[in-house]
């Protein structure tokens, strides 16, 4: 299995706070994707990288930003959490363009 | 506008059965093709996958199937097994610049009875 760990991996909090999730890959792979998965959608990309500090946009990016200030690390932040950001979050890595290895994902419930 | 589209949400099989599960695809830029599989409280793990220059692919009991003039792939696991019994996803990526990022169905859970 691809060396990815997601912190925290289960997670309450309010409507209105800031809530950031991080993805940890020790794979050394050049791509890292987040995710999140809700019933009735399946699995939808939020933002991407593709390098260090080089990040973009996803299907559904808004609420949402993300930092990769080192290979390893992927962080995915909620600046201030809603309700309908209640899900669960995948984190996948990739080094060539088609195959992602996933993460365990971290659920989110924001109250 | 859904780009790729997994029309049935559930499929009952029985055990020793072939299971097929259906995926259509709208982006004619789309040029490969990866099947995944979930058990609940884990993330999805990659199955199999097929290159739009292939009709299918073959891994032990799994074998995805192209048709690119119909748009369509579908993923067959026979014999069928009950520790099959998962969610699975159709993904495809392809067209230029983006071809990093995967599209999703949304998604088809198999349930495999004993």
């Known amino acids: 299995d691809a060396g990815i760990t997601q912190s925290p991996r289960h997670k309450v909090t309010e409507t209105g706070t800031p809530v950031t999730l991080r993805c940890h890959q020790t794979?050394?792979?050049?791509?890292m994707y987040w995710y999140r998965q809700d019933p009735g959608h399946g699995l939808r990309l939020i933002h991407y990288?593709?390098?260090?500090?080089?990040?973009d946009k996803g299907e559904v990016s808004d609420g949402y930003s993300v930092s990769r200030s080192k290979t390893e690390d992927f962080l995915l932040t909620l600046e201030s959490a809603t309700s309908s950001q209640t899900s669960v979050y995948f984190c996948?890595?990739?080094?060539?363009?088609?195959?992602?290895?996933f993460g365990p994902g971290t659920r989110l419930t924001v109250l | 506008d859904q780009q790729v589209k997994q029309n049935s949400p559930s499929l009952s099989v029985q055990e020793g059965r072939i299971s097929i599960l259906n995926c259509d695809y709208t982006?004619?830029?789309?040029?490969?093709f990866l099947w995944y599989k979930k058990y609940p409280a884990e993330g999805p793990t990659f199955l199999i996958s097929?290159?739009?220059?292939?009709d299918k692919n073959e891994d032990g009991r799994f074998t995805v199937f192209l048709n690119k003039s119909a748009k369509h792939l579908s993923l067959h696991i026979v014999p069928s097994q009950p520790g099959d019994s998962a969610v699975y996803f159709c993904?495809?990526?392809?067209?230029?610049?983006?071809?990093?990022?995967?599209?999703f169905g949304k998604g088809t859970l198999l349930t495999v009875n004993p």
């Open positions: 996948a890595i990739s080094e060539a363009y088609n195959e992602q290895f």
């Open positions: 794979e050394n792979h050049r791509y």
């Open positions: 993904a495809a990526t392809g067209g230029g610049g983006s071809n990093y990022k995967l599209t």
């Open positions: 990288s593709y390098g260090v500090k080089d990040t």
């Open positions: 982006n004619s830029m789309f040029d490969y």
């Open positions: 097929i290159s739009s220059i292939k």
